[in-house]
Nanobody
Framework: VQLQASGGGLVQAGGSLRLSCAAS????????MGWHRQAPGKQRELVAI???????IYAGSVRGRLTISRDNAKNSVYLQMDSLKPEDTAVYYC?????????WGQGTLVTVSS
């Protein structure tokens, strides 16, 4: 299983970024996908999950600003990040739960300047 995340970068507060994660080695349409993040000096935390049936869960801190979506035809999950804040600065990790086993991508760094 491979998860390749991309799209991170440096953005000013209030700006937008779109993260992408391409998955291989799984039946993507049957896999729950998610984004987590880890800020410097903090534990990794859930950002959003999109289940194989399309249901979505967001962390309260990002609801209304970040949007998770998936494209089963492209084996990809996305995170549209709008109205970014400095506290959104973190390494963002793509996550897959396939046959009850969790897999992680390599992470992509998002830096939001004030």
């Amino acid at each position: 299983v491979q998860l390749q995340a991309s799209g991170g970068g440096l953005v000013q507060a209030g700006g937008s970024l779109r993260l992408s994660c391409a998955a291989s080695g799984i039946i993507f349409s049957q896999t729950n996908m998610g984004w987590h993040r880890q800020a410097p000096g903090k534990q990794r935390e859930l950002v959003a999950i999109i289940a194989s049936d399309g249901s979505i869960i967001y962390a309260g801190s990002v609801r209304g600003r970040l949007t998770i979506s998936r494209d089963n035809a492209k084996n990809s999950v996305y995170l549209q990040m709008d109205s970014l804040k400095p506290e959104d600065t973190a390494v963002y990790y793509c996550n897959a739960i396939w046959r009850r086993v969790g897999y992680w991508g390599q992470g992509t760094l998002v830096t939001v300047s004030s």
